[in-house]
C-alpha cells in the first residue's frame, strides 16, 4: 500500500477500533449486570450507529413497520463487512448474528459475540457441523429471539446478489417463525471484497429496505418446505433489491435440496 492508502485507512480503522474497545467494554461489562443482557444490545446498537457515522454513512431504510414481535428470521444480501454496522444501526429487536467463526476471535468484538449469544458459523465445515448450528439457530428462534442470516453464504464479489444457501431456512422451518426479507444497496460501492478502507470521505447514502414477513408452509416434507420458503425469500429480497438500483447474479436460480451436505449447506 502507498503511504497514503495507509493513511487514509488508519484515518477510518483507528477511531472504529476505539469505538469497538469501549462498547465492547460496556457489553462485557454491564451486559452480564443487565435483565436479558440489555446493556450488551444497548451497546451493539450504539456501537453501529456510532461507526456509521464516523464512516460518513446515511442509511435511508423503509419497510421496519414490517418487522413482526417475537421470534423471525433476517434473511440480508451481504454487499460488505460494513453490512454488520449498517444493519445494527438501523434493524430493530434483540436478533443474533450468525457470525463466521473468525469474528469470535476479534478483541472485544468477539467476546461480546460469545456473550450475548450470537451464532459462530463455520462454513463449509461438512454437513455435521451443519446441522449443528442449524439446531443453535433453532434454540435462538425457541427463545423467541428474532435470527439473522446471510443466506448467500459470502459476500459477493460483483454486487450482484447470489444464490441462496438452505441452513437457515431449516431453522425457520422448523422453529415455525417467518422469514422478514431485507435489501442492502451501496455498500458495495463503498468497500468491495478485499479493500482496505471505504475511500475517500463524503457523504455516502446507503439504501436499506425490509419486506413482508415470509410464513413457511406448514404441510408436506420438510425439504420441499424449506426450498419453497428459500425460494419465495429470494424472490422478495430480489424485488426489493431491483426496486432500489441493485442487480441480481445471472446464475443466482435457486438450487433444489439433496440428501447430504448441499440440503443443510450454510455457504
Given at each position: 500500500m502507498k503511504p497514503y492508502d495507509v493513511w487514509r485507512a488508519a484515518r477510518q480503522w483507528v477511531p472504529f477500533a476505539a469505538k469497538t474497545a469501549y462498547y465492547g467494554a460496556i457489553s462485557l461489562t454491564a451486559g452480564p449486570l443487565t435483565q436479558d443482557r440489555r446493556a450488551s444490545l444497548w451497546a451493539m446498537r450504539k456501537w453501529s450507529q456510532s461507526s456509521t457515522r464516523g464512516l460518513d454513512i446515511v442509511v435511508d431504510v423503509q419497510g421496519l413497520e414490517n418487522v413482526p414481535e417475537g421470534a423471525f428470521v433476517y434473511a440480508t444480501n451481504h454487499q460488505s463487512?460494513?453490512?454488520?454496522?449498517?444493519l445494527g444501526s438501523v434493524l430493530t429487536g434483540d436478533y443474533k448474528w450468525a457470525a463466521k467463526r473468525s469474528l469470535l476471535r476479534v478483541p472485544f468484538l468477539g467476546w461480546h459475540l460469545a456473550l450475548a449469544g450470537h451464532v459462530p458459523v463455520d462454513r463449509g465445515a461438512g454437513p455435521k457441523v451443519a446441522a449443528q448450528v442449524i439446531s443453535r439457530f433453532v434454540?435462538?428462534?425457541?427463545?423467541?429471539?428474532?435470527l439473522l442470516i446471510f443466506p448467500e453464504g459470502t459476500r459477493t464479489e460483483t454486487g450482484r446478489l447470489k444464490p441462496f444457501k438452505l441452513g437457515g431456512f431449516y431453522a425457520a422451518?422448523?422453529?415455525g417463525v417467518p422469514i422478514v426479507p431485507v435489501a442492502l444497496q451501496g455498500i458495495f460501492d463503498l468497500m468491495r471484497r478485499g479493500a482496505s478502507d471505504t475511500g475517500e470521505r463524503n457523504l455516502r447514502i446507503v439504501k436499506l429496505r425490509v419486506g413482508?414477513?415470509?410464513a413457511p408452509m406448514t404441510g408436506g416434507k420438510e425439504s420441499a418446505?424449506?426450498?419453497d420458503l428459500r425460494d419465495r425469500t429470494f424472490a422478495?429480497?430480489?424485488?426489493?433489491?431491483?426496486?432500489?438500483?441493485?442487480?441480481?447474479d445471472e446464475e443466482a436460480t435457486a438450487e433444489p435440496p439433496s440428501a447430504g451436505a448441499r440440503s443443510l449447506d450454510l455457504g
Open positions: 463487512i460494513v453490512d454488520i454496522i449498517v434454540t435462538v428462534l425457541k427463545q423467541g429471539k428474532p422451518v422448523r422453529a413482508r414477513p415470509i418446505r424449506v426450498a422478495s429480497v430480489s424485488d426489493l433489491l431491483l426496486s432500489i438500483g441493485g442487480s441480481i
